[in-house]
């Protein structure tokens, strides 16, 4: 059975050579969770957007592949691509404002997705979206389609747009820092909601957040990131109970805890930060750009 | 903000827009609510002050000029000619330049930078003496102004609503279109437009006050219209030479400039805060 994302050798640079992914390999079975987590400028949502298909135009990728149930996308024309990316993967932003369009009304802005995507008639789309956002808690239906973006609370935002990224049944969600524009009371409704949809639904996440937290309580598997570059893969159990690297150690150790909430707050270890740069600097000498 | 501002029945609204409607009803029916012929001469009746002041006729309501034609039937007909231009002329120039705008905005690269440098140079030029040049070379008449105004103006557009859909263009929303498969041109027009369309209505009705002040200034210059009818440029043009003898002629055609111009850009503010969801 094909994964249902499979990341080789991933390497992307910026205009002045320099990498930003770091020959970065993941994988994400079908109906799996795998966190992406790091530091901010890790990388991590430079990844969910070289999967998606959305990476700033100063970036470019020169080397490796990205397989979306198996179909290699750097092997297909742009039209397909677009096409096979727009069917089979959606996107949960970071910001819920921006995400949506100010000018157009929630349900026209959901419903006409669902028509491009699935080719389905205005109707049997509407359906399928008042079932969604049923799914996802939200109670007056007509009100909330029926709304301009700024009209809802960040909150309903999500909702929506939660519920607008599961409506096409997609095979891959990329959930960019989901909950981090959000209060955090929010926040872990937010979370519940996606896991639990997730759950019925059997779509594969890849969950990007900076908050160890969070990956504990969604994911099965995580991979750490520092610098463009995987530090550490490992199941989430084995990873919380015996964390191999020393960057990923010191993440954890700089959680801040809610038993001690008066205990200064940590940051990463001086020498791992050391010890991460000559690990880096290895891997920029070992590797030598391909041509083209 | 009150219930009615935020509806966009604010005084301005109502105050610009009421004006804008009272100029062009009467302009527009100019044969039927004029009291005179606006070209009938009458040396008898010449300079006749207006209605409160000694000295005027009944019928004569804003008095006559030099040559005994009625003030307020030249200023009703001068309005056919000076919305005709502001109509014509922002609106060619809006589509022009916020297609331009649009393009450049969106797709940025190489559009943008062969747009954006077009703008900059036609932007090097002085407008007023653009239009006198353009004026000159393509013929008076008004299809000539219009196309001038159009020609000159449309960089108005083009620069506004380049930056503006430059900002759409990198929110998530657009982002997330992508990603469901829409093409950029559908994106643009989808998406990037709507956002953009207040600012265009906005700079719109600012446009049709700066094209009847172009239309003015060309005939003031006796380069607009090359018949005798009368335009408020021509009036006020008229007017400066009897100011001693007869100054109504001079100040009316400037107040009817001054409050029509300056109603098209309160009308077109308050239209855009209308609108604009967020703002409304």
Known sequence: MNACLEINNLSAVLPNGQRVLRSVSLSVQPGEVRALVGE???????????????????VRIVEGDMKLEGEDLGKLQPKARRTLIGARTALIPQDPLTALNPSRRIGPQMTDRLVRILGWGGEKADTRIRQLLDEVQIRDPDRVLKSYPHELSGGMRQRVLIAAAFAAEPRLIVADEPTTALDVTVQKQILRLIAALQREHGTAILFV???????AKISQKVSVLYAGKVVEEADTVALFAAPQHPYTRALMAATPRYTDPFASLKPVDEAVLA???????AADQAWRRPHG | MDKASRRGLSPRLWLAGGWLLLALLAAIFAPLVAPQDPLAQDLMLERLPPFWLNGAEPGYWLGTDSLGRDLLSRLIFGGRIAFMVAFAAAIAACLVGSTLG??????????????????DIWMAFPPVLFAILLVAVLGTGLSS????IAIIDWTRFCRVIRAEAMGQSRMDYVENARIAGYGRIGIMLREV???????????????????????AILSFVNLSISTDDPTWGGLIAEGRLSIHQA?????????????TVLSFSQFGEALKTRFDPVLR
């Open chain 1, 40 to 58: 901010s400028g890790a990388g991590k949502t430079m990844i969910g957007k070289a999967v998606l298909g959305v990476l700033p135009s100063s």
């Open chain 1, 209 to 215: 957040t900076h908050d160890l937290g969070v990956v």
């Open chain 1, 275 to 281: 010890g991460l740069a000559a690990e880096i600097a």
């Open chain 2, 102 to 119: 649009l393009i450049a905005g969106y797709f940025g690269g190489w559009a943008d930078r062969i747009i954006s440098r077009i703008v």
């Open chain 2, 145 to 148: 102004v219009i196309l001038a």
């Open chain 2, 193 to 215: 437009l709507p956002n953009v369309v207040p600012s265009i209505v906005a700079l719109l009705s600012l446009e049709m006050g700066i094209a009847v002040i172009v239309e």
């Open chain 2, 247 to 259: 100054w109504w002629v001079l100040v009316f055609p400037l107040i009817t400039l001054i409050l």
